[in-house]
T-cell receptor
Framework: DVKVTQSSRYLVKRTGEKVFLECVQD?????MFWYRQDPGLGLRLIYF???????EKGDIPEGYSVSREKKERFSLILESASTNQTSMYLC???????????FGEGSWLTVV | KQEVTQIPAALSVPEGENLVLNCSFT??????LQWFRQDPGKGLTSLLL?????REQTSGRLNASLDKSSGRSTLYIAASQPGDSATYLC????????????FGSGTQLTVLP
């Protein structure tokens, strides 16, 4: 079974802190994604990566950056956390674009 | 821009009933469509992926159909059980160079014992 692991399930951070959300997949997938999910707004793509060190902006990249130094690991970085970044963050991966996409369990981030 | 709609937003049915969840999309030039299940506070679990050239896919008690020309997909759940209670989302992948999935907002299903 494909496993996408998000290292932190629940985080509480202060405004202005730098926040790292880590995601690891164990199936040698080429593509990895970061989404956020908010009530009434659904899932929105923040960034995705189609290869090591390669990334593309999604719909809402402002205030976020990403890092993919190794194929299995995709990190989401909030450079200076703000309260409007309080959300559920979901990491996902797929082998090819258009293949089944697999999600992690999610990371609940609260910024106070 | 692709838009994906799921109606109704919430649905309650008694246990044992067969039910249909709906998903509609505005741009019929799709590559595939996926149905997901999401339990409260958890990530999404892929249920079925149906390619644009396919009409339907089946997995156990689940059957997904796709009608590209009308921009519609349905997820049929047979003999519903309380364990089927969850939010069901559909997502469409565009054809061509579109890399993203466009998600619907989901239907929250409650199966009453």
């Amino acid at each position: 079974d494909v496993k996408v692991t998000q290292s932190s399930r629940y985080l509480v951070k202060r405004t202005g802190e730098k926040v790292f959300l880590e995601c690891v997949q164990d199936m040698d997938h080429e593509n990895m994604f970061w989404y956020r999910q908010d009530p009434g707004l659904g899932l929105r793509l923040i960034y995705f990566s189609y290869d090591v060190k390669m990334k593309e902006k999604g719909d809402i990249p402002e205030g976020y950056s990403v890092s993919r130094e190794k194929k299995e690991r995709f990190s989401l970085i909030l450079e200076s956390a703000s309260t409007n970044q309080t959300s559920m963050y979901l990491c996902a991966s797929s082998f090819f674009l258009g293949n089944t996409i697999y999600f992690g369990e999610g990371s609940w981030l609260t910024v106070v | 821009k692709q838009e994906v709609t799921q109606i109704p937003a919430a649905l309650s049915v008694p246990e044992g009933e067969n039910l249909v969840l709906n998903c509609s999309f505005t741009d019929s030039a799709i590559y595939n469509l996926q149905w997901f299940r999401q339990d409260p506070g958890k990530g999404l679990t892929s249920l079925l992926l149906i390619q644009s050239s396919q009409r339907e896919q089946t997995s156990g008690r689940l059957n997904a159909s796709l009608d590209k020309s009308s921009g519609r997909s349905t997820l049929y759940i047979a003999a519903s059980q309380p364990g089927d209670s969850a939010t069901y989302l559909c997502a469409v992948k565009g054809s061509g160079s579109a890399r993203q999935l466009t998600f619907g907002s989901g239907t929250q299903l409650t199966v009453l014992p």
